[in-house]
């Protein structure tokens, strides 16, 4: 078999292999979004068979989701905490890793150690003391769910933003304060937008953890600022097992369309900035 033929062979079944992996993943949306169509009465004994004109509901599965167990308003909750969540976590964790590389001495190492460490640590460990200092500093609302979630994302974050700031040259730096620049302007019109691959690539990672994350907003605020996927979970909890499975499908496809509207319109830059701040 000559070299030409081993290549075709080999891109064939890595693109078989692919193919197959992608309809395994696609295939529990695809469930999901049909079922979504059909009524509640047909879900649970025929999940795999397409709408008929007997089982088709057209959108009122759509129409009771977004009005039952206030979907609407947790959907504005989970944008907000979204939305402003990832502003923050960005715009700390770069500045920290902009420090950390550039004040070179045990503390930062230390620091950098530290928020490496926090990566590798599971969440259940500290999740009880985390809920009892959060009460504690009255942190259980939306603004401060927002610092909870920075400090459990910054691990990443700074983790990815080190290894692309130790690229930036530091002539620029120096040259911006020679020209009169303060360390504050220096950052936020020089260093910064230098960091926009890998900052789009954090903001990414960090919008489908935040929009997806279910265990830290029950646990920080409860059933009173319902986010979606505790909207969605509690809709699961119908009266006597009467759970109304056309409307819980329904809400789940509109959970998942902005994380994945927002993941294909921003994807080219995540292997862009997560190469950039490994390699570099």
């Known amino acids: 078999m000559t070299y030409g033929n081993k290549k075709v062979a080999s891109n064939t079944i890595a693109f078989t292999v692919l193919s197959i992996l992608a309809v395994l993943f696609l295939l529990p949306i695809a469930l999901v979004f049909m079922n979504s169509f059909k009524s509640r009465l047909y879900i649970s004994s025929a999940p795999f068979q397409l709408p008929t004109a007997q089982t088709f509901v057209g959108f009122e599965n759509y129409i009771k989701g977004l009005t039952s167990s206030g979907f609407f308003v947790a959907f504005m909750r989970s944008v907000f ?42 969440f259940q460990m500290v999740m009880y003391t985390m809920t009892y200092v959060v009460q504690s500093l009255c942190f259980n609302n ?22 692309f700031v130790k690229a930036v040259p530091l002539e620029i730096e120096e040259a911006a304060e020679i020209d009169g620049c303060s360390p504050l302007q220096t950052y936020f019109q020089i260093v910064f937008p230098i960091l926009k691959p890998t900052a789009i690539t954090v903001a990414i990672l960090q919008a489908m953890w935040l929009w997806n994350d279910y265990l830290l907003p029950y646990l920080v605020l409860g059933t009173r600022h319902k986010t979606v996927p505790v909207a969605i979970q509690l809709a699961m909890q ?43």
């Open 142 to 163: 939306l603004p401060g769910v927002i610092f909870v979630y920075l400090g459990f994302g910054a691990g990443l974050a700074v983790f990815m933003f080190t290894g």
């Open 81 to 122: 905490v979204t939305v402003f969540g990832v502003i923050v976590i960005i715009v700390c964790t770069s500045m920290t890793s902009w420090f950390i590389v550039r004040v070179k001495n045990k503390f930062t190492r230390f620091l950098y150690v530290m928020f490496a460490f926090s990566m590798i640590v599971p």
């Open 238 to 280: 119908g009266a006597y097992g009467a759970t109304d499975y056309g409307g819980f499908m329904a809400m789940l496809v509109l959970a998942v369309i902005p994380i994945i509207a927002f993941y294909i319109s921003s994807q080219k830059y995540i292997i862009k900035g997560v190469m950039s701040g490994s390699i570099k």
